[in-house]
């Protein structure tokens, strides 16, 4: 659904030192280094709507009700008349009071920034098999993030590279990156990735040997003790050396997002605030939602003990000590950072810090699909070669895989001012997120304006300024579910749910884990309602706050971890073997930011 999107930037403070041993080129990425590009099939209106796919189609529907898309074959596409090299968008000032109104046009472009491939020790598929499933399955974009290792820090960034660019070349309606799962020093993994260009590789293989905590023996140690205190401040070197990177032009742009942050409980309170202190460019945020959703399917035998995400951890020497233990399984299929109302995430918020959830496939082996390791010729080892050999067809269904492929259950959907690989880092960068699992719902809409103001006022992402008394009016578009999802059913939105809670500044305590004013306002009723609903209601601005979204199909709820006077229907704990992803399907948005002045 198209936006007109508040531009809230964030700028960086770079660190410009490199390390020693971490050279890179300064060269800016020359433009025929950057891959060409067409408009998604939905996006470019020279294909009549009988060729598109179902859910093709109901995107460009979307997009033509919200006056983006001409209805006739002659129209332009929804991105202009040239998209391959579209520039990222300037940023604006870090202050989240700094938010403005700003009339561009955005659509929404589905992806998924946690894939793997052969090139992981635990992988399977070739680049061309992800990339091509994750295009069947609606996704526009796609990050190729193979397990930062000795063996791919010196072989598989620099092997894989080819892939990519061939299945660039191959797929030019998606767009896909080149990143890596970092194994953060002192902490849990992370997707890192760059925009394309000439020197992407030598970016990413000069980070993973200097910075990735398998690679550099820096991801043991207690909290608190000093050896820990070491690998911590060595994660915020990684991030000041990507910063640094961008800042000297030796790629256009890079990101980085924590993964499954709550599944081993080591991503402490600290590290999260420190991440986002030192590279406020570059840390965005975290999985809202991990990968292996189909990892707990009940009445599989091998999903007996597993939990879905594979949450299924207790608590370790590394573990930070403030988070309880029911933070260690799912809710609804979310990490509890995420889900809890008045958690680690509105802590976050509460401070006035951007920082974005996503949701993604984490996709590595998929549950039913019968595709194999292939064998090694003698003499080769993973080591060796960097990667596995192309995967075999047995013809047999391993029901003992707890992944979907790319698109096929979890999207993170970016609002995006054109077609390219910047636009995409853009909208993550300023929070233009939306997330869901199973084509809950088809697209989503959500504005912030003062009562009665001529404007469409602010979306995700975005900051307001408002006076105090003043009467502000929250609108919201949500397109239900139009087509089966691929669980075979047409999912039915029960209800949206309005989280508001106060900003109130930075916290005093670095490992504050929870926002006392956070909770859930407003719930609207939406069960049996189809088509585009619209759902509206009146806030008085008294103090800065924030405010997000939830949706679900309402079939599995419980109180939330910090009371139902909090949350009274969160989404309920996920059990171990007995989590059905299709049975339980959730939505979230990123926040809109209120400044409230005298």
């Known amino acids: 659904m198209g936006q007109d999107h508040d531009v809230y930037g964030h700028g960086e403070h770079p660190h410009?030192?490199?390390?020693?041993?971490?050279?890179?080129?300064?060269?800016r990425d020359s433009d025929d280094a950057v891959p060409a590009t067409e408009p998604p099939a939905w996006a470019d209106t020279s294909i009549p709507d009988a060729e598109l796919s179902p859910s093709g189609l109901s995107r460009r529907q979307m997009l033509r009700a919200a006056g983006l898309l001409g209805a006739g074959a002659a129209a332009m596409s929804a991105f202009g008349p040239s998209v391959a090299g579209a520039a990222a968008a300037p940023s604006a000032p870090e202050d989240w009071r700094a938010g403005r109104g700003d009339e561009q046009p955005l659509a929404f472009l589905a992806g998924d920034h946690h894939i793997h491939t052969q090139s992981s020790p635990d992988g399977l598929y070739r680049v061309s098999d992800q990339v091509r499933r994750g295009a069947e399955f609606g996704l526009d974009w796609m990050v190729i993030t193979d397990h930062g290792s000795v063996a791919h820090s010196k072989i598989g960034v620099e092997r894989v590279n080819p892939d990519i660019r061939a299945a660039r070349e191959a797929n030019r309606r998606t767009l896909v990156f080149q990143g890596l799962e970092w194994n953060i020093p002192a902490a849990e993994h992370g997707t890192v990735f760059v925009a394309p260009g000439a020197?992407?590789?030598a970016v990413l293989k000069a980070f993973e040997q200097g910075y990735d905590g398998v690679v550099t023996g820096t991801t043991d140690g207690a909290p608190g003790g000093p050896k820990t205190l070491a690998n911590e401040a060595l994660a915020i070197t990684g991030l000041q050396f990507l910063a640094a990177q961008k800042a000297s032009g030796a790629v256009a742009d890079a990101l980085m997002f924590a993964n499954h942050p709550a599944r081993k409980g080591i991503d402490s309170p600290h590290e999260i605030r420190a991440w986002r202190d030192a590279a406020p460019g570059i840390a965005m945020g975290m999985e809202g939602a991990p990968g292996h959703q189909a990892a707990a399917i009940p009445g599989v035998p091998g999903h007996a003990?597993?939990?879905?995400?594979?949450?299924?951890?207790?608590?370790s020497a590394q573990s930070f000590p403030g988070y309880p233990l029911e933070s260690y399984v799912t809710y609804g299929g979310f990490d509890a950072m995420t889900s809890t109302v008045g958690g680690l995430w509105d802590s976050l918020l509460a401070e006035g810090r951007p920082w974005w959830v996503t949701s993604n496939s984490d996709s590595h082996a998929v549950f039913g699909d019968t595709l194999a390791r292939g064998a090694f010729a003698a003499g080769q080892t993973f080591d060796t070669e960097g990667r596995y050999p192309d995967p075999i067809d047995t013809g047999v269904?391993?029901?003992?895989?707890?992944?979907?492929?790319?698109?096929?259950?979890?999207?993170?959907?970016?609002?995006?001012?054109?077609?390219?690989?910047?636009?995409?880092?853009?909208?993550?960068?300023?929070?233009?997120?939306?997330?869901?699992?199973?084509?809950?719902?088809?697209?989503i809409d959500v504005r912030l304006a003062p009562f009665g103001a001529d404007q469409r006022g602010v979306t995700l992402g975005g900051s307001l300024a408002a006076r105090r008394g003043w009467p502000?009016?929250?609108?919201?578009?949500?397109?239900?579910?139009?087509?089966?999802?691929?669980?075979?059913?047409?999912?039915?939105?029960?209800?949206?749910?309005?989280?508001?809670?106060?900003?109130?500044?930075?916290?005093?305590?670095?490992?504050?884990?929870?926002?006392?004013?956070?909770?859930?306002?407003?719930?609207?009723?939406?069960?049996?309602?189809?088509?585009?609903?619209?759902?509206?209601?009146?806030?008085?601005?008294?103090?800065?706050?924030?405010?997000?979204?939830?949706?679900?199909?309402?079939?599995?709820?419980?109180?939330?971890?910090?009371?139902?006077?909090?949350?009274?229907?969160?989404?309920?704990?996920?059990?171990?073997?007995?989590?059905d992803p299709w049975a339980d399907l959730w939505f979230y948005t990123n926040p809109i930011f209120i400044d409230v002045r005298r």
């Open 16 to 27: 410009t030192g490199h390390g020693p041993g971490h050279p890179h080129q300064h060269n």
């Open 199 to 201: 020197n992407e590789v």
């Open 305 to 315: 003990q597993n939990g879905r995400g594979y949450y299924d951890n207790n608590p």
């Open 397 to 443: 269904p391993n029901l003992d895989n707890g992944d979907f492929f790319p698109g096929f259950y979890s999207r993170t959907h970016v609002g995006a001012a054109g077609y390219g690989y910047l636009d995409v880092m853009t909208g993550l960068r300023a929070g233009r997120v939306w997330v869901d699992h199973g084509n809950l719902i088809d697209g």
């Open 472 to 579: 502000l009016q929250l609108t919201i578009r949500v397109a239900t579910a139009s087509r089966v999802n691929f669980g075979g059913e047409l999912p039915s939105l029960a209800r949206v749910d309005v989280i508001q809670g106060d900003i109130t500044g930075p916290a005093s305590d670095r490992d504050a884990v929870t926002a006392p004013t956070a909770r859930v306002t407003r719930s609207f009723d939406t069960s049996g309602r189809r088509g585009v609903l619209t759902l509206s209601m009146r806030i008085r601005a008294e103090k800065p706050f924030y405010l997000r979204l939830r949706g679900t199909d309402g079939r599995r709820s419980q109180p939330g971890l910090l009371g139902s006077s909090v949350d009274p229907s969160g989404p309920s704990a996920d059990v171990r073997g007995d989590a």
